[in-house]
């Protein structure tokens, strides 16, 4: 079993950056490929970015150029972040892990970032 716990969200100006944390618990971490998705009030959950257990990245073209995925794997520790950001960007993010990537068997609670105009 997988525990994930996002931090590092809150409210920013429209051009500020944050950076999101997915701490996960367990031994496997490295093996896990690691998503992040962002679901917005009366939307589907939609894709963000994800990262391999090699290392191969891939961002949502929303977000490409502005939005970096990384990994940490001594700290079991996934990032995303976040620069330029713009009121759209407004949603609940989760991280997700999983042993394929694109098939996500665990989930972070989510944490809340608000980009103000």
């Known amino acids: 079993q997988v525990q994930l716990v996002e931090s590092g969200g809150g409210l920013v100006q429209a051009g500020g950056s944050l950076r999101l944390s997915c701490a996960a618990s367990?031994?496997?971490?490295?093996?896990?490929?690691m998503g992040w998705f962002r679901q917005a009030p009366g939307k589907e959950r939609e894709f963000v970015a994800e990262?391999?257990?090699?290392?191969?990245?891939k961002h949502a073209g929303s977000v490409k150029g502005r939005f970096t995925i990384s990994r940490d794997n001594s700290k079991n520790t996934a990032y995303l972040q976040m620069n330029s950001l713009k009121p759209e960007d407004t949603a609940v993010y989760y991280c997700?892990?999983?042993?394929?990537?694109?098939?996500?068997?665990?989930w972070g609670q989510g944490t809340q970032v608000t980009v103000s105009s």
């Open positions: 990262i391999r257990s090699g290392g191969t990245t």
């Open positions: 997700a892990a999983g042993v394929f990537v694109g098939q996500y068997n665990y």
């Open positions: 367990g031994d496997s971490f490295s093996s896990f490929a």
